[in-house]
């Protein structure tokens, strides 16, 4: 079985400051572990994701998160972030299964 | 197509209606996946298919609940005698390989169910 828990609900952030949205997993197996991205009334777009290699991964728009195996997480960082990044931030893991297991979210609000 | 399509974008149906949900996924890709998303409970999988077959179904909430796919393309999900508690965005993925790394799914903008 595997779990994935996004501490933050809610994280507001001021233009340019640079973020953090947490994120840990729990899994018996090796796990791939990917952020999605979800604005207002639209499906989920991949951020990025961790397969392999690097523990250090890079993704769209700047974003990118690091893979700690020993802490089992995975967290999201911007180091300046825009008004447009606002949206809801979903943490992912599979592993043996085929599915995806996703956290609770984390609505991000970039303030002017 | 160049997305994963979904229809309706909206469904506003009476309490013990049918209801039939239609995902039409990128093309080529064997993986095929539903999802419900619903406030208080994220987003939750439902199904899985690999071609025409749900190797997975363990998602399924009742046996309200089905799905199948035809062609290897096309899926359907079907809800009946729908309750309020169905209300959610049903969001549907599909994926170019069948294996873990399959899940490197492909998002459509979901259908917004409202059961009044």
């Known amino acids: 079985a595997q779990s994935v828990t996004q501490l933050d609900s809610q994280v507001p952030v001021f233009e340019e400051a640079p973020v953090e949205l947490r994120c840990n997993y729990s899994s018996s197996v090796s796990v791939y572990l990917f952020w999605y991205v979800q604005y207002p009334n639209q499906g989920l777009q991949l951020l990025l994701k961790?397969?392999?290699?690097?523990?250090l991964v890079k993704g769209i728009n700047g974003f990118e998160a690091e893979f700690n195996k020993s802490q089992t997480s995975f967290h999201l960082r911007k180091p300046s972030v825009h008004i447009s990044d606002t949206a809801e931030y979903f943490c992912?893991?599979?592993?043996?299964?085929?599915?995806?297991?996703f956290g609770s979210g984390t609505q991000l609000t970039v303030l002017p | 197509g160049a997305g994963v399509s979904q229809s309706p974008s909206n469904k506003v149906t009476e309490k013990g209606k049918d209801v039939e949900l239609r995902c039409d996924p990128i093309?080529?890709?064997?993986?095929l996946y539903w999802y419900r998303q619903s406030l208080g409970q994220g987003l939750e999988f439902l199904i899985y298919f690999q071609g025409n077959s749900a190797p997975d179904k363990s998602g399924l909430p009742s046996d309200r609940f089905s799905a199948e796919r035809t062609g290897g393309s096309v899926s359907t999900l079907t809800i009946q005698r729908t309750q309020q508690e169905d209300s959610a965005v049903y969001l549907c993925?599909?994926?170019?390989?069948?294996?873990?790394?399959?899940?490197?799914?492909?998002f459509g903008q979901g259908t917004r169910l409202t059961v009044v």
């Open positions: 992912a893991v599979s592993g043996s299964a085929r599915q995806l297991t």
């Open positions: 961790y397969l392999s290699g690097s523990t």
């Open positions: 993925a599909s994926s170019s390989r069948d294996s873990p790394l399959g899940t490197e799914a492909f």
């Open positions: 093309s080529g890709h064997t993986a």
